[in-house]
């Protein structure tokens, strides 16, 4: 299910990526009927234009939303829907229990340990 969820998520990248290049490719495979039913020039066979006119106006659509860039709300959405998810899928590390990291206090609040052959009052010399 992971490895499914990875290649998907793998595939939806790319397809971002390359928008562009697929709208190009579209246009290659179907320039007949892209011809037929979108070209503006359709009716002037000199221009030669076979549906690029179309293909400029999709292209330029594409990178419009480009520079747009995300909108506020749809990263607000993210940021409010996908963290509660992450409670219900399966954690790839194991947890384990926090180790206390200090001891507790003794029961008049403080506590000095001094270790005695180190710490001594300073003398005087006479």
Same mark, same amino acid.
């Given at each position: 299910?992971?490895?499914?969820? /990875? #290649?998907?998520?793998?595939?939806?990248? $790319?397809?971002?990526?390359?928008?562009?290049?697929? $709208?190009? *490719?579209?246009?290659?495979?179907?320039?007949?009927?892209?011809?037929?039913?979108? !070209? *503006?020039?359709?009716? %002037?066979?000199?221009?030669? !234009?076979?549906?690029?006119?179309?293909? =400029?106006?999709?292209?330029? %659509?594409?990178?419009?939303?480009?520079?747009?860039?995300?909108?506020?709300? *749809?990263?607000?959405? %993210?940021?409010?829907?996908?963290?509660?998810? /992450?409670?219900?899928?399966?954690?790839?590390?194991?947890? #384990?229990?926090? &180790?206390?990291?200090? =001891? &507790?206090? &003794?029961?008049?609040?403080?506590?000095? /340990?001094?270790?005695? /052959?180190?710490?001594?009052? &300073?003398?005087?010399?006479?």
């Amino acid at each position: 299910m992971t490895r499914f969820l /990875a #290649y998907f998520l793998c595939f939806l990248l $790319l397809l971002q990526t390359f928008n562009r290049e697929l $709208l190009v *490719v579209n246009y290659q495979l179907q320039k007949d009927q892209i011809t037929r039913l979108f !070209c *503006v020039n359709k009716d %002037k066979p000199r221009m030669r !234009c076979n549906g690029r006119c179309h293909l =400029a106006k999709q292209l330029r %659509k594409a990178s419009d939303t480009e520079r747009k860039g995300p909108q506020a709300g *749809v990263a607000k959405l %993210k940021y409010e829907v996908l963290p509660p998810l /992450a409670r219900f899928l399966p954690s790839p590390l194991p947890t #384990y229990p926090r &180790p206390v990291l200090f =001891a &507790p206090l &003794p029961a008049n609040g403080y506590a000095l /340990a001094l270790v005695q /052959a180190i710490f001594h009052p &300073p003398t005087l010399r006479a």
